[in-house]
T-cell receptor, first 114, second 115 residues
Framework: AQSVTQPDIHITVSEGASLELRCNYSYGATPYLFWYVQSPGQGLQLLLK??????LVQGIKGFEAEFKRSQSSFNLRKPSVHWSDAAEYFCAVGAGLKADKLIFGTGTRLQVFP | NAGVMQNPRHLVRRRGQEARLRCSPM?????VYWYRQLPEEGLKFMVY????????ESGMPKERFSAEFPKEGPSILRIQQVVRGDSAAYFC?????????????FGPGTRLTVL
């Protein structure tokens, strides 16, 4: 069965530090992968997505993610975190015939200290 | 262009009552998805609708839950005879296309609390 695992429930970093959020997926075919961010009281906003091609994907707000098929991973990275990046981050895989049914991980809550 | 709108944002119901959650998709979007987020869990797909049609309801509980997306007006997720286990955040998303290529835009969610 398709699934997404985000092993880190909560991460705390200092402003200006680098960030990596882990995501592992289980999916039989070539996955469509997504990272979303959810600020308190808000809906989810798409940061980036991977369908095919270059395995390093650039997104909004300075985020990037790298697809590694051999490790079934799609980790999210940012070289220098800003206080406004504090939020919850969700990794998802697109399932179903059209890959439009998103299967989400349980999320990683990011806290940023000044 | 307003984003996806959901109302109410917070809804409190007593056990046995009905809950109606509304979702207005973005202008020009004819595809609506509903997801449920239980406490400490990720979002889980419930149902996918196009105008006037339920296309995929594989994630919907078999009883008490229903969804519609009429020709005019918002999409409605209806929960009859609510129980405490229905307490969750319910998100809808809309898109222009039924595929992973069509980005799903999410609303702010409705937080349902069942007393």
């Amino acid at each position: 069965a398709q699934s997404v695992t985000q092993p880190d429930i909560h991460i705390t970093v200092s402003e200006g530090a680098s960030l990596e959020l882990r995501c592992n997926y289980s999916y039989g075919a070539t996955p469509y992968l997504f990272w979303y961010v959810q600020s308190p009281g808000q809906g989810l906003q798409l940061l980036l997505k991977y369908f095919s091609g270059d395995t390093l994907v650039q997104g909004i707000k300075g985020f990037e993610a790298e697809f590694k098929r051999s490790q079934s991973s799609f980790n999210l990275r940012k070289p220098s975190v800003h206080w406004s990046d504090a939020a919850e981050y969700f990794c998802a895989v697109g399932a179903g015939l059209k890959a439009d049914k998103l299967i989400f991980g349980t999320g990683t809550r990011l806290q940023v200290f000044p | 262009n307003a984003g996806v709108m959901q109302n109410p944002r917070h809804l409190v119901r007593r056990r046995g009552q009905e809950a109606r959650l509304r979702c207005s998709p973005m202008k020009g979007h004819s595809h609506v998805y509903w997801y449920r987020q239980l406490p400490e869990e990720g979002l889980k797909f419930m149902v996918y609708l196009q105008k006037e049609n339920i296309i995929d309801e594989s994630g919907m509980p078999k009883e008490r839950f229903s969804a519609e997306f009429p020709k005019e007006g918002p999409s409605i997720l209806r929960i009859q005879q609510v129980v405490r286990g229905d307490s969750a955040a319910y998100f809808c998303a809309s898109s222009t296309d039924r595929s992973a290529l069509g980005e799903q835009f999410f609303g702010p969610g409705t937080r349902l609390t069942v007393l």
